[in-house]
């Protein structure tokens, strides 16, 4: 059986269209958010909330975006609060000021921070976790030694 999952379009993919889609065109298996982007304040940028708080009967799963475990587990306990059952995984995005930060496919430079970060998040995640990645940053031969560790964890 095929699943069609929607993967996020900044500006065009938004609370707004998921149910319009949903409505139209008998709705995805799987819709997932534009990642929301945690930080030390510990609070969501409105924007970030409208993504979270306006998709009641749809199969929704937030996507997340950072390089400090602590975060990535601070949204996912305000994420499964919300009545979330999954959260994904940012590791694909290749935007410039994204990548130079160490966040999405910049993570992918040291594998060993990786996996570091990954055995945090999955030992106190409070739900289940997808990840979305890249399969490397300058090659696709990169993508054994990631797999390796994508599969120490229950992705």
């Known amino acids: 059986m095929i699943k069609y999952y929607v993967a996020p379009m900044e500006g065009l993919t938004g609370y707004l269209w998921r149910p319009i889609h949903n409505r139209i ?11 929301v982007s945690p930080n030390a304040t510990c609070k969501f940028q409105t924007k970030e909330l409208d993504e979270l708080q306006h998709n009641e009967g749809l199969p ?5 975006l950072t390089n400090c475990a602590e975060h990535f587990l601070w949204a996912a306990r305000e994420m499964a609060e919300m ?3 999954e959260v ?3 590791l694909g995005c290749p935007s410039g000021t994204v990548f130079s930060k160490g966040k999405g496919s910049g993570m992918l430079r040291d594998l060993d921070n990786l996996d570091r970060f990954l ?11 997808s ?10 031969d990169e ?9 120490r964890y229950p992705i």
């Open 143 to 151: 993508f054994p030694a990631l797999l390796a560790i994508f599969n």
């Open 60 to 64: 929704v799963v937030p996507q997340i």
């Open 131 to 140: 990840v979305k990645t890249r399969i490397g940053v300058e090659s696709p």
């Open 88 to 90: 994904n995984f940012n």
């Open 25 to 35: 065109f008998g709705g995805a298996d799987r819709y997932y958010t534009p990642f």
């Open 119 to 129: 055995e945090e998040i999955y030992a106190g995640a409070p739900l289940p976790i």
């Open 83 to 85: 009545g979330y059952t």
